[in-house]
């Protein structure tokens, strides 16, 4: 499993906002030059969240990036998947070896461990991030 730049880019943001937004809404340059992303890039990847209800925007004076939901409601999972899509394995060996049962046990295993993934970052709340 790889964790793309932009979900490291999004786990990175959502953090600063986090931390941040209680002056207000945080604006994506602000964000964009502290951590050295460039804006057009950042501003896709905030859009994702946005769209997957992580962030809110706020349009004109005053506007910028805050969360949707306190960080305690606020999950790795949920900021992962929101850029990379669901967290799941692509293994298909059972059917390039005709279901050698050595790939099906290869293939179990991976799905485990992908469960076990998906649930360490579904427990892992953006507020304990941020002590």
């Known amino acids: 499993m790889k964790i793309s730049r932009s979900t490291g880019y999004a786990l990175v943001a959502v953090g600063y906002i986090a931390q941040n937004y209680k002056d207000g809404a945080v604006l994506a340059a602000r964000i964009s ?11 896709k990847i905030l859009q994702q969240l946005v769209r997957a209800n992580v962030l ?3 349009r004109g004076p005053r506007g910028g990036f805050f969360l949707a939901r306190p960080a305690d409601e606020i999950t790795l999972l949920e900021i992962i998947e929101a850029v990379d899509g669901p967290l ?3 293994l298909h060996l059972a059917e390039l070896t005709n279901n050698a049962p050595f790939s099906q046990k290869m293939e179990e295993t991976c799905r485990k461990a992908t469960e076990e993934v998906r649930e360490i970052y579904s427990r892992a709340k953006l507020s304990s991030m941020l002590d």
Do not use: A
Request: charged share 30%; glycine share 0%; no cysteine.
């Open 56 to 58: 809110r925007s706020k």
């Open 88 to 90: 799941m394995s692509h």
């Open 33 to 43: 030059k502290e951590y050295n992303i460039p804006l057009e890039y950042l501003l």
